[in-house]
């Protein structure tokens, strides 16, 4: 039987670094799957991947050669700029995030520091990940597919979700891991002023509606309490999009 961990670790951090940091522990689980492919190395194509599988890889291997710029192309940008920006970013900041992109640096910190806290915690590299492409799955009207994602070296298994966008495939951080950050978002959303700025960085989140609801139905790190349900549903409601 797959064991896939328990509640996921607060957030509890006022760098990008140790966001990054709870994203890598987030993948420790037990039971090792036996149909998954290894990673492969390839060049991210822009906008997106052909396929689930290929998303992942490309992301596992731009972060793992310290490529933020290539990590970019298969993510969705405004949920890395609002994760990078939950940790101590004002709201004038936040909206420059959504606005004008992150800045290099802290872009290159956040997935460095996700590529050394994973290679620590579990003795291998991202690219030595193994991936297998999972089921599709329909979501509030958008279209999410499930990765299924293996240690090679240690036990355990998940599985990463990713979003398809204008028909090409992205990894999606919020359907994956909303329930590691639901709360410490609603927290930091209660402190920003009420001003335009705030209204800005509520409309963006609240554009990732589906994407939250995917990581309750889908709960792809294993299954999350009540109350982390109630966390992710909440802040769809503080935003507006409930």
């Given at each position: 039987?797959?064991?896939?961990?328990?509640?996921?670790?607060?957030?509890?951090?006022s760098?990008?670094?140790?966001?990054?940091?709870?994203?890598a522990l987030?993948?420790?689980?037990?039971?090792c799957?036996?149909?998954?492919?290894?990673?492969?190395?390839?060049?991210p194509?822009?906008?997106g991947a052909?396929?689930p599988?290929?998303?992942?890889?490309?992301?596992?291997t731009?972060v793992?050669?310290?490529?933020?710029e290539?990590?970019?192309?298969?993510?969705i940008?405004?949920?890395?700029a609002l994760l990078?920006a939950l940790?101590?970013?004002t709201?004038?900041?936040?909206r420059?995030f959504?606005?004008?992109?992150?800045?290099?640096?802290?872009?290159?910190?956040?997935?460095?520091?996700?590529?050394?806290?994973?290679?620590?915690?579990?003795g291998?590299d991202?690219?030595?990940?193994v991936?297998a492409?999972?089921?599709?799955?329909?979501?509030?009207?958008?279209?999410?597919?499930?990765?299924?994602?293996s240690l090679?070296r240690?036990?355990?298994?998940?599985?990463?979700?990713?979003?398809?966008?204008?028909g090409?495939w992205?990894?999606?951080?919020?359907a994956t891991?909303?329930?590691?950050?639901?709360?410490p978002?609603?927290?930091?959303?209660?402190?920003?002023?009420?001003?335009?700025?705030?209204?800005?960085?509520?409309?963006?989140?609240?554009?990732?509606?589906?994407?939250?609801?995917?990581?309750?139905?889908q709960?792809?790190?294993?299954p999350?309490?009540?109350?982390?349900?109630?966390?992710i549903?909440?802040?769809?409601?503080?935003?507006?999009?409930?």
């Open positions: 039987m797959v064991v896939r961990g328990t509640s996921p670790p607060a957030i509890v951090s760098t990008p670094r140790l966001l990054a940091v709870v994203f987030a993948l420790a689980v037990a039971g799957g036996s149909s998954a492919e290894p990673t492969t190395t390839t060049q194509p822009i906008g052909d396929s599988s290929e998303a992942l890889r490309e992301l596992l731009a793992q050669d310290g490529d933020a290539a990590a970019s192309t298969v993510t940008e405004a949920q890395v990078i940790d101590g970013a709201a004038v900041e936040a420059g959504l606005d004008s992109g992150v800045p290099e640096e802290s872009l290159a910190l956040f997935w460095d520091s996700f590529r050394d806290s994973y290679a620590n915690s579990f291998e991202l690219s030595d990940m991936v492409a999972g089921g599709n799955v329909t979501v509030d009207g958008a279209t999410f597919a499930l990765v299924d994602v090679r240690s036990n355990g298994e998940t599985q990463w979700i990713t979003q398809l966008m204008d090409r992205r990894v999606d951080l919020y891991f909303a329930s590691t950050f639901a709360q978002l609603r927290l930091w959303l209660a402190t920003l002023p009420d001003d335009a700025d705030a209204a800005a960085i509520r409309e963006a989140i609240a554009a990732q509606r589906a994407s939250l609801l995917a990581a309750v139905d709960q792809p790190l294993g999350i309490s009540d109350g982390v349900a109630s966390q549903k909440g802040l769809i409601a503080d935003v507006g999009a409930g």
